[in-house]
């Protein structure tokens, strides 16, 4: 029997063609990676993006060595523990092989080249290697508690063991874990332990000094310690000391990078020759501006209840900074200010090894061409990462603009943000772009949206100078109007009927308008003026209500409507009915805190008074909040000295106003009104344990009889 295929020819041709174009595809489109990649804004809020960093391979496992008992033949001899990893300016890599007591030379492209180690004097447990510009290992042997130095051969140069130092302390114990070395041949060592800093030797292994200490976190119950204990009470405490150096490097420029693990500030340092740390003020990105940067991200921050820990760090050719997380196992990479760019991490709990999981990241290096290379202690390998498309449009931007060519920068940022609209350094990027523009209308709107308060700041400051200069002789035409005017009125009518009406008018007698001014008096003669509420009944339910709702207005216009200069968070969304409840419950705890303790404490005060006066010491809230709320929207940091002064003005005169009140109606003291006052902070602290604690069991309880409810059901 003939089959005729004649019909089928054009379907099959289609098909193949299809599988062609399939095949032909490029890889990248249908590429996948096992974790998911974040940066956090200038409000701390988690933004979702591309991916950075792509996985392409894993380097490490092919290495054969001779045979020990029978050289002829070769032996599989894989990495065991290893800690520390380098790669010299020709791409080699370099791995410290602590478990094998050796260090491992892979070439450019992963291929085993070499086993270094020191026959003459055999390594112990080595955690770390650097290789200088001429070729010279240097390497940080931990368990010989030395450093040594060899040349490109292998062949041992010199040792440096701990040296001979009447400024070392006899406590300090010289346990090398890390190392890298200057140009000028000066050694930085990192020692297990070491909260001193780093250990400075010059070529010949003399001490020169510690270098890029940590400072010694200071807590408040730090402070009360030091000021109520006795000398020898403060003695016994466990001393205190700053965190030690878990890893060191040092970058083209001879930048020296430090990372700390036990600290929760200033994790990361840039240290130049001097000491100084560079990134210990920088937050472009920021809306805070915090004086001491954190390094170390957490997706999130309630489910993992983890305080990160970076064990080691890499600078790639631009200058940005990669560390990696031994506790959380992220990849953290800033810029070279210490910006955040992208972190990112996968599932390290599963039980099989994934290709761009990282399970224990043990140390970090990066090459030429800004692959990272993370040494993985677990499945002791090396797993390479390569920039995305993404990541190097987002690193090409970011170095224009680190360079002051924001001109340039502005289509690789406009790139980026058409690829991800939230990402915020594209936004601040394309602000400093239209800010050298001169277009700061643009400018102030994406900072505005970035949450980054010194160039919005900035750009309102040109905005408002160039107002100022076209319209400065239009002001002062109005302003010598009004003057001339006022002055040829005040003349005029100086004898007429109408001004001799208003002087003589007479004062309103309605008593809730008395009541109202009573306010101003209180301003003057505070103490008087709380106990006329007291005794002479110039305050009342309806005066106090009014100047209730007075202060609760005044302080949800002074929490929502402050400029984003001064109040960022104004960014995301003000919820005005939680701004409400705040403020009462705060009002009703301290009205009740404060009756009860008078009531115990010997006061006079009725319960009216003491609500009716403290009403009435928030009236410095729409005095002075309300105009700061207005002025605030034209100024700009540089007169944040102003407006602070105004700020914690208004809330010292209201802590005033509340003292003499409680003073006044209870008919205390000085310190009795001061005890009363503590006392009072006190009882609403308790209230609010109290109340937590008790909305807690209550939940409990409607869970317990739920679930005996369903029980009673089911059967």
Same mark, same amino acid.
């Given at each position: 029997?003939? /089959?005729?295929?004649?019909?089928?020819?054009?379907?099959v041709?289609?098909?193949?063609?299809?599988?062609?174009?399939?095949?032909?595809?490029?890889?990248?489109?249908?590429?996948?990676?096992p974790y998911?990649?974040?940066?956090?804004?200038?409000f701390?809020?988690?933004?979702w993006?591309?991916?950075?960093y792509?996985?392409?391979?894993?380097?490490?496992?092919?290495i054969?060595?001779?045979?020990?008992?029978?050289?002829?033949?070769?032996?599989?001899?894989?990495l065991?523990?290893?800690?520390?990893?380098?790669?010299?300016?020709?791409?080699?890599?370099?791995?410290?092989?602590?478990?094998?007591?050796?260090?491992? &030379?892979?070439d450019e @492209?992963?291929?085993?080249?070499?086993i270094i180690?020191?026959?003459?004097? =055999?390594?112990?447990?080595?955690?770390?290697?650097?290789?200088n510009?001429?070729?010279d290992i240097?390497? $940080?042997?931990?368990?010989?508690?030395?450093?040594?130095?060899?040349d490109n051969?292998?062949?041992?140069?010199?040792?440096?063991?701990r =040296?001979d130092s009447?400024?070392?302390p006899?406590?300090f114990?010289?346990?090398?874990?890390?190392?890298a070395?200057? @140009?000028?041949?000066?050694? !930085?060592?990192?020692?297990?332990?070491?909260?001193?800093?780093?250990l400075q030797?010059?070529?010949?292994?003399?001490?020169?000094?510690f270098?890029g200490?940590?400072?010694?976190?200071?807590?408040?119950?730090? $402070?009360?310690?030091?000021?109520?204990?006795? *000398?020898?009470?403060?003695l016994?405490?466990?001393?205190?000391l700053?965190?030690?150096?878990s890893?060191v490097?040092?970058?083209?420029?001879?930048f020296?990078?430090?990372v700390?693990?036990?600290v929760?500030?200033?994790?990361?340092?840039?240290? #130049?020759?001097?000491?100084?740390?560079?990134l $210990?003020?920088?937050?472009?990105?920021?809306?805070?501006?915090e004086?001491?940067?954190?390094?170390?991200?957490?997706?999130?921050?309630?489910?993992d209840?983890?305080t990160?820990k970076?064990?080691?760090l890499?600078?790639?050719?631009?200058?940005?900074i990669t560390?990696?997380?031994?506790?959380l196992?992220y990849?953290n990479?800033?810029?070279a200010?210490g910006?955040?760019?992208?972190?990112w991490?996968g599932?390290?709990?599963?039980? $099989?090894?994934?290709?761009?999981? /990282?399970?224990?990241p043990?140390?970090i290096?990066?090459?030429?061409?800004?692959?990272? %290379?993370?040494l993985?202690?677990?499945? #002791?390998?090396?797993?390479?990462f390569?920039l995305?498309?993404?990541?190097?449009?987002? &690193?090409?931007a970011?170095q224009?603009?680190?360079e002051g060519r924001?001109e340039?920068s502005?289509?690789?940022?406009?790139?980026?943000l058409r690829?991800n609209a939230y990402?915020?350094?594209?936004?601040l990027?394309l602000a400093?772009?239209?800010y050298k523009?001169?277009? !700061?209308?643009t400018?102030?709107?994406?900072?505005?949206?970035a949450?980054?308060?010194q160039?919005?700041?900035?750009?309102f400051?040109q905005?408002?100078l #160039?107002?100022?200069?076209?319209?400065?002789?239009?002001?002062?035409?109005?302003?010598?109007?009004v003057?001339?005017?006022?002055? /040829?009125? #005040?003349?005029?009518?100086k004898?007429? +009927?109408?001004?001799q009406?208003?002087?003589? *008018?007479?004062?309103?007698?309605?008593?809730?308008?008395?009541?109202?001014k &009573?306010?101003?008096?209180i301003?003057?003669h505070?103490?008087?003026g709380?106990?006329?509420? *007291?005794?002479?009944?110039?305050?009342? %339910? +309806?005066?106090?209500f009014?100047?209730l709702?007075?202060a609760?207005?005044?302080?949800?216009?002074?929490k929502? %409507?402050?400029?984003?200069?001064?109040?960022?968070?104004?960014?995301?969304?003000?919820?005005?009915?939680t701004?409400?409840?705040?403020?009462m419950?705060?009002?009703?705890?301290w009205?009740?805190?404060?009756y009860?303790?008078?009531t115990i404490?010997?006061g006079?005060?009725?319960?009216?008074?003491?609500?009716?006066?403290?009403?009435?010491?928030?009236?410095?809230?729409?005095?002075v909040?309300?105009?700061?709320?207005l002025?605030?929207?034209?100024?700009?940091?540089s007169?944040?000295?102003?407006?602070?002064?105004?700020q914690?003005?208004?809330?010292?005169w209201?802590g005033?106003?509340m003292f003499?009140?409680?003073?006044?109606?209870?008919?205390?003291?000085?310190?009795?009104?001061?005890?009363?006052?503590?006392?009072?902070?006190?009882t609403?602290?308790?209230?609010g344990?109290?109340?937590?604690i008790t909305?807690g069991?209550?939940?409990?309880?409607?869970?317990?009889?739920?679930?005996?409810?369903?029980e009673?059901?089911?059967?």
């Open positions: 029997m003939i /089959v005729k295929t004649r019909g089928r020819r054009p379907m041709i289609l098909l193949l063609l299809a599988i062609l174009v399939s095949v032909m595809m490029p890889i990248t489109a249908l590429a996948y990676v998911d990649t974040n940066y956090k804004d200038g701390d809020q988690l933004v993006t591309q991916s950075a792509t996985p392409v391979e894993v380097m490490g496992r092919e054969y060595i001779p045979d020990p008992k029978d050289p002829s033949k070769m032996v599989h001899s894989p065991v523990q290893p800690k520390g990893i380098f790669i010299d300016d020709k791409d080699n890599i370099y791995i410290a092989d602590s478990g094998n007591n050796r260090i491992v &030379h892979l @492209k992963g291929n085993f080249k070499r180690d020191v026959k003459e004097s =055999p390594m112990k447990k080595p955690e770390g290697v650097f290789i510009k001429n070729g240097y390497i $940080a042997d931990t368990g010989n508690k030395r450093v040594i130095r060899l051969s292998g062949k041992l140069i010199r040792e440096f063991k =040296p009447k400024f070392l006899e406590s114990k010289y346990d090398p874990i890390k190392v070395v200057d @140009k000028r041949g000066f050694l !930085y060592i990192a020692t297990l332990g070491g909260y001193q800093g780093l030797l010059d070529p010949e292994g003399n001490f020169q000094s270098f200490a940590n400072k010694t976190e200071f807590s408040v119950m730090d $402070a009360l310690k030091r000021m109520l204990y006795t *000398r020898e009470m403060y016994r405490e466990i001393s205190k700053p965190g030690s150096v890893s490097t040092i970058d083209q420029n001879g020296i990078y430090t700390t693990k036990e929760t500030k200033g994790q990361i340092k840039k240290l #130049n020759i001097a000491g100084k740390d560079l $210990a003020t920088v937050n472009d990105s920021s809306a805070t501006g004086e001491i940067k954190t390094f170390g991200e957490v997706r999130f921050p309630s489910r209840k983890l990160p970076l064990n080691d890499t600078v790639d050719r631009n200058g940005n560390a990696i997380d031994s506790t196992k990849v990479q800033y810029d200010n910006n955040l760019l992208f972190f991490s599932d390290t709990s599963a039980s $099989a090894s994934k290709l761009g999981v /990282v399970k224990t043990s140390a290096a990066s090459n030429s061409k800004n692959n990272l %290379f993370i993985d202690e677990e499945n #002791n390998v090396v797993q390479v390569r995305s498309e993404f990541g190097e449009l987002v &690193h090409k970011n224009l603009t680190q924001y340039e502005e289509k690789p940022w406009q790139e980026v690829l990402y915020t350094p594209a936004m990027g400093k772009a239209a523009k001169g277009d !700061y209308e400018a102030q709107k994406l900072f505005y949206d949450g980054q308060t160039g919005y700041s900035d750009a400051w905005i408002r #160039n107002w100022f200069q076209k319209n400065f002789g239009m002001l002062m035409n109005i302003f010598l109007v003057v001339i005017g006022y002055l /040829v009125l #005040n003349k005029l009518t004898k007429s +009927a109408f001004r009406k208003w002087r003589n *008018r007479r004062r309103s007698q309605i008593p809730l308008v008395i009541q109202l &009573h306010a101003f008096y301003l003057k505070p103490i008087d709380f106990s006329a509420i *007291r005794y002479e009944g110039k305050g009342s %339910f +309806a005066s106090s009014i100047m709702i007075l609760l207005i005044s302080f949800c216009i002074y929502g %409507f402050t400029s984003f200069t001064f109040n960022p968070t104004i960014v995301l969304d003000v919820n005005l009915v701004l409400f409840f705040q403020f419950i705060l009002w009703f705890a009205i009740i805190s404060n009860l303790i008078s404490y010997r006079e005060g009725r319960f009216r008074d003491v609500a009716y006066g403290s009403t009435y010491a928030l009236f410095p809230l729409a005095l909040g309300l105009p700061l709320t002025i605030s929207n034209i100024m700009t940091l007169e944040d000295s102003i407006f602070s002064f105004l914690v003005a208004m809330v010292v209201i005033l106003l003499w009140k409680v003073q006044a109606m209870q008919n205390y003291s000085v310190g009795e009104t001061a005890m009363n006052i503590f006392l009072s902070l006190v609403m602290t308790l209230l344990v109290l109340v937590f909305f069991l209550s939940s409990e309880l409607k869970d317990f009889f739920f679930s005996i409810y369903q009673v059901t089911i059967r």
